[in-house]
T-cell receptor
C-alpha cells in the first residue's frame, strides 16, 4: 500500500511532441505528489508538485494532472525539447510526514 | 552558492572494508537524508535525521550507519555487513522534516560506490 507505480520505464518522444508519464498509488492518505527530474551523474531536483485539492497544476511546459478517484497522477511535458532528456521520478507523501515514497523512474529521450 | 556537497564522487571498497561517504550542506536545513539508488528502481531511504544528534532508520538501514554531530554534516558509513553495497548514494536535505509548505528535498550529486 506504500508503493507508487510509475510507467513507462522508458519513453522516446520526437522534439516538439508531448511526453506523458503516469503514476498510480494505493495509500489514500497521501496528500503531496512531487515530480523530480534527474540528469545523468546528478541528484534529482524538484520539478513540480501538486496537492490533491486541485486537479491540475501547470508550470511553463510542465503540467501535473491529478485524478483523486482513480488514485493516479501524471506529468505532461508539452513541446518536448532535447534538453528535457532525463530520468523523471514521481513520488508521494503524507504532508505531515518526512518520507517520500518514490516511483521507479522513467528515462525520457527526446529525439531531435 | 548554497547547496549540498557529496564526496567523493567515485569510491571503491574492498571486501570487508568500511567506507564513509561525506555529505555537507550550507543551506541551514534541519533535516537530512541518505538514499540509495539502483538501476530501474526508485530511491530507497537508508537513514533520516530531523535534527542534530538524532536520526532514524529508513527502509534499508541494515549494513549502514550514520552520525549527525553538526547541523551541516551527515556522513554515511557503509559497513562490511552490507553485502551488496554497489550503488549510487544520494544525500538530501530539507528545511524541515515534513512536506509542509511543499518544502522540497534538495539533493547532492551523489557518490557512486563500487566493489573491487
Amino acid at each position: 500500500q506504500q508503493q507508487v507505480k510509475q510507467s513507462p520505464q522508458s519513453l522516446i518522444v520526437q522534439k516538439g511532441g508531448i511526453s506523458i508519464i503516469n503514476c498510480a498509488y494505493e495509500n489514500t492518505a497521501f496528500d503531496y505528489f512531487p515530480w523530480y527530474q534527474q540528469f545523468p551523474g546528478k541528484g534529482p531536483a524538484l520539478l513540480i508538485a501538486i496537492r490533491p485539492d486541485v486537479s491540475e497544476k501547470k508550470e511553463g511546459r510542465f503540467t501535473i494532472s491529478f485524478n483523486k478517484s482513480a488514485k493516479q497522477f501524471s506529468l505532461h511535458i508539452m513541446d518536448s525539447q532535447p534538453g528535457d532528456s532525463a530520468t523523471y521520478f514521481c513520488a508521494a507523501s503524507i504532508v505531515s510526514n518526512y518520507q517520500l515514497i518514490w516511483g521507479a523512474g522513467t528515462k525520457l529521450i527526446i529525439k531531435p | 552558492d548554497g547547496g549540498i556537497t557529496q564526496s567523493p564522487k567515485y569510491l571503491f571498497r574492498k571486501e570487508g572494508q568500511n567506507v564513509t561517504l561525506s555529505c555537507e550542506q550550507n543551506l541551514n536545513h534541519d533535516a537530512m537524508y541518505w538514499y540509495r539508488q539502483d538501476p530501474g528502481q526508485g530511491l530507497r531511504l537508508i537513514y533520516y535525521s530531523q535534527i542534530v544528534n538524532d536520526f532514524q532508520k529508513g527502509d534499508i538501514a541494515e549494513g549502514y550507519s550514520v552520525s549527525r554531530e553538526k547541523k551541516e554534516s551527515f556522513p554515511l558509513t557503509v559497513t562490511s555487513a552490507q553485502k551488496n553495497p554497489t550503488a549510487f548514494y544520494l544525500c538530501a536535505s530539507s528545511i524541515g522534516g515534513t512536506m509542509l509548505n511543499n518544502q522540497p528535498q534538495h539533493f547532492g550529486d551523489g557518490t557512486r560506490l563500487s566493489i573491487l
